[in-house]
């Protein structure tokens, strides 16, 4: 249980997906410019984030291990994302035009993130059990959603500056994220893992 | 600036016209047309001043060196305002004396002795990059000056927390020495447990301020003073003050209770560290903390529980800075859910 | 090797099995038109045609709620292809167009009648008894038009008019709804000669605030062609047909009537000789 | 939560002694009176005069259009020269109607006589209140005889006089209550009977202590309570007096009927005394004439279109630096960039400030130093507010209740960075009625 919490304390603040190991950048400025969306956002995220660890754990330990074919690992959980991802913009679209709406080209951004892959990879890595995996997919995916409230809020206020020209958008999103990542430094060293 | 009502007419038409007096005579603007006379660089003047006497007295315990860091980090902050504003031709605001509080306030936050390039480089990222480049004064998002001691403290490690001078007067034989709090971590990591001698007897030095640290947060006392100046002049409130020290008072305590000889006694970690001086002076900065008094709270509490995670557990000895930084961040959503309720729109709370 | 064709075929086919079954389950249908139409028009989000954004014009335009030439920014060719798209036949359009500011009245030329104080923004300046010009239809000068201009085509001259750069306006229209006193009018670039003038004031109050103000002389309709120029309350204003030679400029004893050159239109002889067959 | 006070609120130099002190003056006939035909909330009066009509003093020069309207009387004998566009004090050039008096100022036919009004009931006190054009005196200019004319859900219980004056620098009210005591607990009796309400509060800062003093018997002789309140500006603002007198709120976007509560200037009740005892239709007013632009502050009994420059220069004239002229109180009053703006029924007083003295908006951007929101009586966040405002982002400032703002100026006043806020503000609102108009 406690190896639980440390993990998902550690993939929310110490390790944070986002401002620490630098990884699905393009959804965190894409999406943070409202806080609504960043929301959404977040939700999909963490969603497919927790679903693909477990699938890909599963589609690890039990095809490719017992078959010998690990070299297929990056190839195979791309696949399985993939899909999982397409499965889910097909019923979002149903489901919640709104949320899907909102969230437009940004759900297939969610099929190449390098995030999700990375969550994917570094559970095999880690060698976490099924359950690890999960939270640690879980844990990861929100962490990323926190670093993408905390961005859109901090978005919308900068909206309203009086930035000089050449700084807007997202340039002075990416100084922000450089700064927000230094702020995040602090937790440096909080979990050994 | 203040006195700009043009003294001549714009100038007339140059026909045949017989020109009368001017027809502009009067200045309009929308109601009210009276003002209470408080200018951005008396708020700014008035923490400055409360910023003195541990200002001076840092000057008094680590004598020259103190007081270099001090005239270098307040000019290089002004300096860079100044040329920013060259540069991208805007309307200078450095007269706003925010610049000012902004350098005085990042030289407190460094170690005495601090080389130039040092004081430098911190306040190009302060005033530059976490002020100008958002658009300058009221806009930043992270206060300028911990973001200068936090890009400090990340890129130059060994200059920022192993360079301490122990203090003694004018800094002729200064002897390079650990923060308290930097004792109570190796003393933990040596051990197993922090020196409870070491925790207990100290809390007359640190009180006043006879201990190694960063110049302006050695004396807890003085930046008392100059907190409560600021609450009786209300330049302040005291609702994030309060609940950042409390907050660190009692999340200290708790793990003190739970493990006396892993955890030191919450009073030492109240009194040690950048406590005084982030929770008055830079947890209160307007720009960069929530407006409403219950977001002040919940911004004191945040910060207070980062300090204490980070000092315990985290590798770095202090987190005032880390947490101060990381609430700033959180500031857009904590004034989202903390807006105030119309006057009028049924609400049960009387005054 | 085998081993791993089979098992990634195998992947694939329950992965596109599920695929399918969902897409049956949850499908949706769309019209592709919108999202061609979409991809037709200028994708400025600029908000000209009134809706909230490109995309919402789409829709509206498939859904038969709005014109194939509803986007006032992509001009003759966007409706075009938009009319092909809907299978429609497109009139064809009517020449670009750019904005100009109907108004002379700069610092220079133009009195005030006191010292404001407040939001520099026309709009708001507009609240305190109109703005602060002695002519009450004038250019407020705090430059609100240039504020909402999506494509950076206004910019405020030294002496305080707005001056829009017709190679950069889309013809949008927001400076025009934008300004406060609707001195702000979409012309034809091909246009030469131009009243710049909105004051409905009588000649004498006119010279008292402005010294480029139309005073309702009438010299300019005498000069110009039939029909050209008609007085209406106080002020010249050109009715666009037949268009104004540039010889009418010169009798504006106030040089309210001037010669702009808005980028596209005739060089010098060519005009004079459009101007003599637009006399005859 | 009977104290007397309400949230925020600001302590502003209140200069009330440059013309406190004065007692009322009565000012001689100007050679010409403009008189606005709008001079009410609600729909202007139509004029029923042309050019070279002799008129006669009350006799009507605008007839009343629709409920929320009322008639505009001649406020002396004499002819109409023109009609014309003039500066009003509200902001805007607008009509009105100049009379160059003969000098005889003859009332007409019928009018300025005593009478009995005992038997009078409810409707026809309504009806004599409407027909000598009574309007809000403290400065809205709101119709009195609609607001004497709840709906039947809504049950008034408590009538309130607004004696406060929270104004600086004003002190018409202060010298009406000090001089004529008795006229104005009459007026609101009139009130009162109309509305069938037998709780009256006479509301007076602690600042006007001759005031309260004057009041209290004539108050008390008709069992009316005076109250003396706190001096916070801004305490006559409907609101916030009805919550310092009684501890009810005021709904959001609703009147102060719907607290059961009614709220009266002390003007308008004297005003009401005249129409309703002495059948004076409303032509002149008390108007403070003060600021240290002036060179003798006083407070005058004058005419309705009165022009400015007149009522200043019966006060001594302009002294040299004046730089600002405010129809109405420097916290609420509209700045003038004319003298042949007019004195109408709202306007309570004429402050001249000198350069000095004057606001200069220097609209720095916010440095969320949160004294607005400490200072904002309707508990808003004028920070946000104005930076929306500002960037013209009017939907969210609609979501940020901009249309509850009373305009009362706490937070301009309070403001470091000198920021317009309530510029700001009536921009956004008008913004939003205009999308609101164009929704319907």
Redesign the interface.
């Known amino acids: 249980m406690k190896t639980l919490v440390l993990i998902i304390v550690s993939a929310v603040f110490v390790n944070n997906f986002v401002l620490n190991r630098f990884l699905g950048i393009c959804p965190f400025l894409g999406v943070s410019k409202r ?1 609504s969306t960043a929301l959404g956002m977040s939700a999909a995220v963490v969603f497919v984030m927790t679903m693909a660890s477990a699938a890909t754990w599963l ?1 690890y330990e039990y ?2 291990v017992p ?3 690990v070299y ?1 690992q990056t ?2 959980f791309i ?2 994302i ?2 999982l991802v ?2 889910v913009e ?2 979002l ?3 919640s ?1 709104a949320l899907y709406k909102a969230l437009g080209i940004y759900l297939p951004l969610i099929t190449t993130n390098c995030a999700v892959l990375g969550v994917a990879v570094l559970n095999v890595q880690k060698q976490y059990d099924l359950v690890e995996t999960t939270v640690f997919g879980f844990g990861a995916a929100v962490g990323f959603g926190l670093a993408m ?2 961005f859109s ?2 978005r ?9 020209v050449p ?1 807007r958008g997202t340039a ?1 999103g990416l ?2 994220a450089g ?2 990542s ?10 050994k893992m | 600036m203040e006195e700009r009502l043009p003294d001549a007419g714009p100038k007339a038409p140059g026909t045949k016209e017989k020109t009368e007096e001017p027809i502009a005579r009067f200045l309009v603007s929308s109601s009210p047309h009276v003002h209470e006379g408080i200018r951005i660089r008396s708020v700014m003047g008035l923490v400055i001043v409360a910023l003195l006497p541990a200002s001076v007295f840092s000057i008094y315990l680590f004598g020259l060196p103190a007081l270099f860091t001090i005239l270098v980090s307040v000019a290089s902050a002004a300096g860079f305002e100044w040329l920013w504003q060259k540069v991208v031709r805007r309307p200078g605001t450095a007269g706003d004396l925010s610049a000012v509080l902004t350098g005085l306030l990042l030289a407190l936050n460094l170690p005495a002795g601090s080389p130039w390039w040092l004081i430098l480089v911190g306040n190009l990222f302060a005033i530059v990059v976490a002020k100008q480049l958002y658009g300058g004064i009221g806009y930043n998002i992270f206060n300028p000056a911990l973001v200068g001691r936090v890009v400090l403290l990340v890129a130059f490690p060994v200059h920022m927390t192993s360079r301490w001078i122990s203090p003694s007067a004018w800094g002729m034989d200064a002897v390079t020495t650990a923060t308290p709090l930097g004792r109570a971590r190796e003393a933990l990591l040596a051990t197993g447990s922090v020196d409870a001698a070491l925790t207990r007897n100290e809390a007359i030095d640190l009180l006043i301020g006879n201990r190694a640290g960063s110049l302006g947060e050695v004396s807890v006392i003085l930046l008392l003073i100059g907190g409560i100046f600021l609450l009786a002049k209300r330049v302040i409130t005291w609702h994030a003050p309060v609940a950042f020290i409390g907050s660190v008072w009692a999340m200290a305590g708790i793990f003190h209770l739970a493990n006396p000889a892993r955890f030191a006694d919450p009073s030492f970690h109240v009194l040690t560290g950048g406590l005084f001086l982030g929770a008055f002076f830079m947890a209160t900065d307007y720009v960069t903390t929530p407006l409403a008094p219950a977001g002040k709270i919940v911004f004191g509490i945040g910060c207070g529980v980062v300090t204490v995670v980070i000092r315990l557990f985290g590798s770095y000895p202090e987190g005032v800075s880390f947490g101060i930084l990381l609430m700033n961040a959180f500031t857009p959503l904590i004034d989202r859910a903390f807006k105030p309720a119309v006057f009028g729109a049924r609400r049960a709370k009387t005054a | 090797m085998v081993a791993a064709i089979i098992a990634l075929s195998a992947l694939a086919l329950v992965a596109s099995f599920g695929l399918a079954m969902v897409a049956r389950a949850f499908a949706v249908p769309v019209d592709p038109k919108v999202e061609e139409i979409e991809g037709a028009l200028p994708g400025a989000n600029c908000g000209g045609c009134g809706l909230p954004g490109c995309s919402e014009l789409a829709r509206r335009i498939a859904e038969g709620r709005a014109d194939v030439d509803a986007c006032p920014v992509g001009g003759e060719s966007v409706a075009r292809s938009i009319s092909r798209i809907m299978g429609v036949a497109f009139a064809g359009g009517g020449a670009r167009k750019t904005a100009l500011v109907f108004c002379a009245g700069d610092d220079e030329t133009a009195r005030r009648r006191f010292y404001y104080n407040g939001v520099k923004d026309c709009a708001s300046a507009a609240l305190l008894f109109g703005g602060d010009k002695l002519c009450g239809y004038g250019c407020l000068g705090l430059g609100t038009c240039a504020g909402v201009c999506p494509f950076g085509a206004i910019e405020m001259s030294a002496l305080g008019l707005p001056v829009i750069d017709p190679s950069k306006c889309t013809a949008c229209n927001k400076c025009v709804l934008a300004c406060p006193k609707k001195i702000i009018k979409l012309v034809p670039v091909s246009r030469r000669v131009h009243i710049l003038c909105s004051s409905h004031d009588k000649g004498a109050k006119v010279r008292k605030a402005c010294s480029v103000g139309c005073i309702a002389c009438t010299k300019c309709v005498k000069e110009a062609p039939e029909g050209a120029i008609a007085m209406q309350d106080n002020l010249a204003v050109a009715s666009g047909v037949p268009e104004i030679p540039d010889s009418v400029a010169a009798v504006c004893p106030m040089n309210t009537i001037r010669v702009v050159d808005l980028g596209i239109s005739a060089p010098a002889d060519a005009a004079g000789a459009a101007a003599e067959g637009a006399a005859s | 939560m009977k104290s007397g006070t309400f949230f925020g609120g600001v302590h502003p130099r209140y200069e009330k002694d440059l013309a406190g002190g004065r007692p009322i003056e009565t000012m001689p006939l100007p050679a010409r009176l403009v008189v606005p035909f709008a001079q009410n909330l609600g729909a202007a009066p139509k004029p029923v005069v042309k050019k070279g009509d002799e008129v006669k003093r009350g006799q009507l020069i605008a007839e009343p259009q629709g409920f929320v309207s009322v008639p505009l009387h001649a406020p002396t004998s004499g002819v109409v020269q023109a009609i014309d566009v003039f500066p009003h004090p509200v902001g805007a050039d607008l009509p009105a109607v100049v009379i160059v008096p003969d000098g005889k100022d003859e009332w007409a036919p019928g009018l300025n006589v005593e009478r009995d009004a005992g038997d009078l009931g409810a409707d026809a006190l309504r009806g004599v209140i409407r027909d000598a054009g009574l309007v809000g005196m403290g400065g809205a200019a709101f119709p009195t005889h609609v607001k004497l004319s709840p709906p039947k859900d809504k049950p008034i219980d408590v009538l309130v006089l607004n004696g406060a004056e929270c104004e600086p620098y004003l002190t018409a009210d202060h010298r009406l209550m000090a001089e004529r005591p008795a006229e104005i607990v009459e007026g609101a009796s009139w009130f009162a009977k109309a509305l069938g309400v037998e709780n009256v509060i006479v509301a007076v800062e602690k600042n006007k202590p001759d005031a309260i003093a004057a009041m209290r018997p004539a108050a008390e002789a008709r069992g009316y309570a005076v109250r003396a309140l706190d001096v916070v500006y801004p305490q006559g603002a409907e609101r916030q007096l009805i919550f310092a007198l009684t501890g009810r709120r005021v709904p959001a976007g609703g009147l102060p009927m719907d607290v059961g509560v009614l709220v009266q200037n002390v003007g308008t009740c004297y005003a009401a005394f005249e129409a309703v005892r002495r059948n004076r239709p409303l032509t002149e007013r008390v108007v403070c004439v003060t600021g240290r632009g002036v060179a003798n502050p006083k407070n005058v009994l004058a005419r309705i279109g009165t022009t400015f420059g007149d009522a200043i220069a019966f006060c001594g004239g302009l002294r040299e630096d004046a730089g600002k002229i405010i129809g109405g109180g420097p916290m609420m009053g509209v700045a003038q960039y004319s003298l042949d703006a007019p004195v109408t029924k709202g306007t309570s007083g004429i402050v001249v400030l000198t350069r000095r003295e004057a606001v200069q908006y220097a609209g720095d951007p916010c440095i969320r130093c949160g004294r607005c929101l400490r200072a904002c009586p309707m508990l808003l966040n004028p920070s946000v507010l104005s930076v929306y405002a500002e960037r013209l982002r009017f939907d969210e400032t609609a979501a940020h209740h901009v249309l509850d703002c009373i305009e009362c100026g706490c937070c301009a006043y309070v403001c470091p960075s000198r920021r317009p806020m309530v510029h700001h503000f009536r921009r956004a609102k008008a913004e939003i009625r205009k999308k609101q108009a164009r929704a319907v």
Do not use: H, N, Y
Not at chain 1, 159 to 164: I, N, Q, V
Not at chain 1, 182 to 191: E, I, K, N, R
């Open positions: 806080v589609v095809l490719l078959f010998d074919l297929l190839v195979t696949l399985v993939a899909s397409q499965l097909t019923a679209l149903k489901m035009p409230l905390i809020g901090i919308e206020r900068i909206e309203l500056c009086d930035t000089p700084f002075i100084v922000t700064l927000l230094l702020a995040f430094w602090g937790f440096t060293g909080l979990v």
